[in-house]
């Protein structure tokens, strides 16, 4: 017999306890990653993020399943898009918000979402989402990014499937990055090449810098950078504070990466990633001024030489952007999982889906013709 409970703040929770019930070296399910963004206010109820983890435990009181949950009163910070099925809500007087969110904020990376101890576990977890969704008067539960694999089977227990597109990089057993470039055809070889080109031509370095050796000077170039580049592109700071990337910078070291560029002494851009044993997470960009193709150089290049030189087989950039497939970035399925309440609009959600996943195929297909590898010619 499992007893689930919801926690208001990852604290409740100890932190040799959640990490080994995920058993995984994937950062964004980590403890320290959940606690700084609470710690630093970039995850709690004044941001829309009320932190709701869900715990299961066994009749020994021992944590046997745990999951990152949060009680969401707004959309963003999600990047799976869901403000028609609001919108449709409200229209015929219904409350969308609160709704109940299986997700790690402002993170569209797939990964484990859930860490079980055992398959019994997993399906208690399953069956008792429904009911926390009437305990706490949320409209519904999303759960986003999880991986697309049958260790939870969500489909058998009713929710709605929905699928959209990322990009991104996969090692075929490069030793250099000219390796990957001679899969380009030659014209597009010649473009990539140019790109990195027009970077050294303005005087730039570029700098990989791991988390362990990153001096306070750099984590605050880089906020800077974040921050003046938020600005400029939607008016409004970044979701995540200063206190967050100070205190991922001494818990999370090991697993960042920041590709830096720098203007004779004075650090310009930044792009900070995160890593496991197998991934590379592109994550969070920012440049003081404009500079021509510094963007690419940063968030794509530098990363995919990163990977090579590391050994590590994927390089996940971010979210969206076609311009990635011109790059050698290949179109991938995402997924994420959706329970509504309200049986009509469940049913009328599962619709959208399916046809959604249909567009989306066929999206990928014309998409990987524009892929710059010479069989795709």
């Known amino acids: 017999m499992i007893e689930f409970e919801l926690c208001r703040s990852i604290h409740s929770i100890d932190a040799s306890d959640w990490n080994g019930l995920f058993d995984s070296s994937y950062p964004f399910t ?3 990653f959940l606690a700084a963004l609470e710690n630093s206010g970039s995850a709690n109820a004044k941001s829309g993020w009320t932190p709701a983890h869900i715990v299961g435990r066994n009749q020994q009181h021992q944590p046997v399943i745990v999951a990152p949950c949060y009680m969401k009163y707004h959309s963003y910070g999600e990047y799976v898009f869901d403000w028609s099925w609001a919108n449709a809500y409200q229209q015929n007087g219904l409350e969308y918000y609160p709704k109940l969110l299986c997700a790690i904020p402002f993170t569209p990376a797939t990964g484990p979402r859930i860490g079980a101890q055992d398959k019994a576990a997993l399906n208690a977890f399953m069956t008792a989402l429904p009911q926390f969704c009437d305990q706490v008067d949320a409209s519904g539960c ?20 929905r699928q959209n597109t990322q990009y991104h990089w996969y090692n075929e057993g490069y030793n250099t990055f000219d390796d990957f470039l001679a899969g380009f055809t030659s014209r597009k070889r010649k ?36 921050q003046v580049t938020y600005l400029k592109r939607s008016g409004h700071q970044g979701y995540l504070t200063r ?23 004075n650090i310009v851009a930044c792009a900070l990633c995160f890593k496991d044993d197998d ?15 510094l963007h690419f150089e940063l968030c794509y290049y530098q990363g995919i030489e990163y ?20 790059r050698g970035f290949r179109p991938i399925t995402t997924i994420s999982w959706h329970y509504l309440k309200h049986q009509g609009f469940h049913r009328a959600v599962e619709e959208f889906c399916q046809a959604e996943a249909e567009d989306n195929s066929e999206y990928q297909q014309r998409a990987s013709e524009l892929l710059p590898f010479k069989a795709c010619e």
């Open 30 to 32: 980590q403890h320290a």
């Open 191 to 226: 473009t990539l090449k140019r790109e990195r080109s027009k970077v050294i031509e303005q005087g730039l370095i570029c700098k990989i810098i791991e988390g362990i050796d990153a001096d306070e000077k750099v984590w605050e170039s880089f906020y800077t950078c974040y």
């Open 243 to 265: 206190e967050f990337f100070m205190e991922i910078a001494k818990t999370m070291a090991h697993a960042i990466v920041l590709n830096v560029a720098y203007d004779g002494d």
């Open 307 to 326: 990977c090579i030189s590391n050994n590590l087989q994927h390089f996940d950039p971010g979210a969206q952007g076609e311009h990635k497939i011109q």
């Open 142 to 161: 999303h759960v986003l990014f999880p991986p697309n694999d049958a260790s939870a089977d969500w489909q058998s227990y009713g929710w709605a499937k």
């Open 279 to 293: 991934t590379l997470y592109g994550r969070y960009w920012g440049c003081l001024q404009n500079y021509d193709q």
